[in-house]
């Protein structure tokens, strides 16, 4: 119930809701309505509240409320069950754990701080507390081993549409998945896939955006390399509203791809990409590649243009420009 008290309080931007008028909508009695109020203070919300007017938020918490974040959203199962820790290791091991257990597809985990933030190819992934979303995704696609890396690609792009809406920034996609601004990092995605015979069981989505961190949050040596959309673009931003946009997005995609196919998920991602058509170093498992990647194949992989003209598909590498 106070997920739907909120949602009615913040669709009314700060305006007063009676009491009356709440205990209606929600068919519960005032007292209820007013026990929940309580219960949401104690969560950090400020109201105002008026014997005559009724009751209008001021304030929601500056850390993260999986309350909040699922009154605003409009999905159907994508953030619907939602996990909020303070510090954790990694998200990406709570939701692993969850997902065994039988975790419904989009069941979410959102830790404020990780302690031992994974990245791509071993590396860690930097996240101070309650400046960033720290966060995993359950999913449960119907989809052959093979084709995981299009899941990868498909968040990318989800994630790179949302962030732009709400920004304004130019970020760009550099293949497979980490989002840039000016060259620079801003957002990465980690894909771990557990699968029973060459069939996904489920796959975790780990999502690290870097939002309203300072340089001082970053190790030397990451700055070159490294930005948040703050230092970006000079403002900071409410981070359950990025994560509702995000999430909107990301189902809506993931529908799109469940009645379609991969082939308009690529064509979005061919768009945002910065990868494609300029000479790249790709250092694969199988060795170092150069070329100009061209597009994706319909498996997901880069296509990329070697110097004799052969047109080859590249499954997993690091990509240097
Ligand atoms: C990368 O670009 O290397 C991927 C970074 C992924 C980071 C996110 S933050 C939430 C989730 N938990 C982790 O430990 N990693 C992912």
């Known amino acids: 119930m106070s997920e739907r008290l909120l949602r009615l309080l913040s669709e009314r931007q700060g305006e007063y809701v009676s009491g009356e008028a709440i205990s209606k909508q929600l068919q519960v009695s005032r007292t209820a309505v007013w026990k ?21 938020l001021l304030e929601a918490p500056a850390h993260l409320e999986p309350e909040e974040i699922m009154s605003k959203l409009s999905t159907k199962r994508l953030g619907r069950r939602i996990e909020r820790l303070e510090a954790v290791p990694s998200t990406q091991d709570i939701a692993h754990q969850l997902a065994a257990e039988g975790a ?129 673009t000079g403002r900071s931003y409410d981070r359950t509203a990025l994560i509702v946009e995000f999430l909107d997005e990301l189902e809506q995609l993931y529908d799109l791809f469940a009645q379609e196919g991969f082939a308009p998920i690529r064509s979005l991602w061919e768009a945002l990409s910065v990868s494609l058509h300029r000479p790249a170093t790709l250092t694969t498992p199988q060795g170092v590649l150069t070329g100009v990647p061209v597009g994706l194949a319909e498996s997901g992989a880069l296509l990329v243009r070697l110097g004799d003209g052969e047109v080859r598909a590249v499954f997993s590498a690091e990509m240097g420009a």
């Open 36 to 56: 929940q109020i309580r219960k949401l203070q104690e969560k950090g919300y400020r109201f105002e509240a008026s014997p005559r007017l009724g009751y209008r």
């Open 104 to 232: 419904p597809e989009g069941t979410l985990v959102l830790a404020e701080q990780q302690l031992k933030g994974r990245g791509r190819m071993g590396r860690g992934w930097v996240s101070p507390r309650g400046k960033g979303i720290w966060m995993s995704l359950v999913l449960r696609p119907r989809l052959a081993l093979p084709f995981a890396p299009q899941l990868t690609l498909l968040t990318a792009v989800a994630l790179c549409r949302s962030l732009r809406r709400m920004s304004g920034a130019e970020i760009g996609i550099k293949w497979p998945n980490d989002l840039l601004i000016d060259g620079k990092k801003i957002s990465g995605i980690l894909l771990e896939s557990t699968a029973e015979e060459e069939r996904i069981r489920y796959v975790i989505a780990g999502i690290g955006i870097s939002v309203n961190l300072e340089a001082d949050d970053y190790p030397d040596e990451l700055l070159q390399r490294a930005v948040s959309l703050r230092m970006a």
